[in-house]
């Protein structure tokens, strides 16, 4: 594993943002982020100590999903929890939340792991467990850290900051990573902080950058920019779900026809209406066209969607030019850059609605 430093400039922008960060220390909102964390960690110490994974129940492991910051997309929980439990079993689930949080195993072999055998759960999921279980060893890998550490300028030195999904290797780096911010933050006088909590940190220049509002932050990608498939596929069913459609990952809708999305929603007069999503990265796209038309032979889809950056969905309307009007007129195309913006801000919307406590989780302690 290579060794990371902290150089003159970065330590200089962590100096920076000190202030920034004293003055959330002494805010009112510190005091009930306190108070929630403590909340977690107590959730947290009863249902996922090795005493309460040998008898977590179905209720039990929702909660533990429920209470994640990386699931506030979510609307409807108990979807995504179902989802977890139907594609990997509640067994399979304990026996590798059990080997995450305690196995005897180096951290980097045991995320591994759990990232091979449970599905559904991704990086941001997993590191936010780790962190309310193991704040002194472990941080939260997501986007806003991600974002907060490039401000700060190791996104030269760290390059896996502008990946979504990570080895066990990287993430022990990353955590590294976290300790030499710590370290800088103790040299300015802020003191005590586990790893959690340089992630509040991380929060508040993620804040700052955002509400400064730097061209840097809002300049449009290259054409042909790269995104994770598995985070775009998790994003538009999110999105579809928020929006009230019936949502499924990777359904098959026809005869040789397995697609990566799909909303589905009953309208009266007009019986079943389906929308599928094709995200395309790096595939082939002969083999794209072919599954979108295969798709289309059953009646009830009225729009097949290709989820892309610009470069490929450039390349994919050139290709279906010459093919049938029929086909051309029923494709559409989305950016993965205004999917996971669009995902952004539903993520805001959702921390709004949700302080007003309109629909009590299924899942409550």
Same mark, same amino acid.
């Given at each position: 594993?290579? &060794?990371?430093? /902290?150089?003159?400039? @970065? ?19 510190? $005091? ?26 179905? @209720?039990?492991?929702? @909660? %533990? ?21 139907? +594609? ?23 995320? +591994? ?18 962190? #309310?279980?193991?704040? +002194? ?20 030195? *760290? ?38 909590? %340089?992630?509040? #940190? ?6 700052? $950058? ?16 790269? *995104?994770?498939?598995?985070?775009? =596929?998790?994003?538009?069913?999110? =999105? ?12 098959? !809708? ?7 999305? /799909? ?12 929308? !599928?999503? &094709? ?6 796209? +002969? ?32 290709? =279906? ?5 029929? *086909?051309?007129?029923?494709?559409? #195309? ?18 709004? %609605? ?8 299924? #899942?409550?302690?």
């Amino acid at each position: 594993m290579r &060794e990371l430093s /902290v150089s003159a400039e @970065q330590a200089r922008q962590i100096k920076s943002y000190v202030p920034v960060f004293r003055q959330y220390l002494t805010s009112g909102g510190r $005091e009930s982020d306190l108070e929630s964390r403590r909340e977690r960690v107590r959730l947290y110490a009863q249902l996922l100590s090795p005493e309460g994974l040998s008898r977590m129940s179905e @209720q039990e492991f929702g @909660q %533990v999903v429920s209470s994640l910051w990386a699931t506030l997309l979510w609307g409807n929980k108990g979807y995504l929890v179902d989802k977890l439990l139907q +594609d990997n079993g509640l067994p399979t689930i304990v026996e590798q939340l059990r080997n995450l949080l305690w196995g005897k195993d180096p951290l980097a072999i045991r995320y +591994d792991s759990f990232r091979k055998n449970i599905k559904g759960l991704g990086p941001s999921s997993i590191t936010e467990i780790l962190a #309310f279980v193991h704040p +002194d060893q472990c941080g939260l890998w997501n986007d806003k850290a991600r974002k907060a550490l490039k401000a700060l300028g190791f996104g030269a030195s *760290f390059r896996a900051l502008n990946k979504h999904q990570i080895s066990g290797s990287q993430y022990e780096e990353f955590n590294d990573l976290l300790r030499l911010v710590r370290d800088e933050l103790q040299r300015n006088g802020i003191e005590n902080l586990d790893l959690l909590g %340089v992630d509040y #940190f991380l929060f508040e220049v993620w804040k700052a $950058e955002k509400e400064r509002g730097e061209p840097a932050s809002v300049e449009a990608p290259p054409s042909g920019y790269e *995104f994770d498939h598995s985070e775009a =596929i998790e994003q538009l069913t999110a =999105i579809g779900q928020w929006l009230g459609f019936e949502t499924e990952r990777e359904k098959t !809708v026809a005869k040789g026809a397995r697609v990566d999305v /799909v909303w589905k929603a009953r309208i009266a007069n007009l019986g079943v209406v389906t929308y !599928v999503f &094709e995200v395309q990265r790096r595939g082939s796209l +002969d083999s794209l066209i072919l599954n979108l038309q295969k798709a289309q032979n059953n009646p009830t889809v009225q729009r097949l969607i290709v989820v892309a950056n610009r470069e490929d969905i450039d390349r994919v309307q050139h290709e =279906i030019a010459t093919l049938p009007e029929s *086909f051309r007129r029923a494709v559409g #195309f989305m950016e993965a850059a205004e999917a996971a913006r669009a995902a952004e801000l539903l993520s805001e919307l959702s921390a709004i %609605v949700n302080k007003l406590e309109l629909v009590r989780s299924e #899942f409550k302690v």
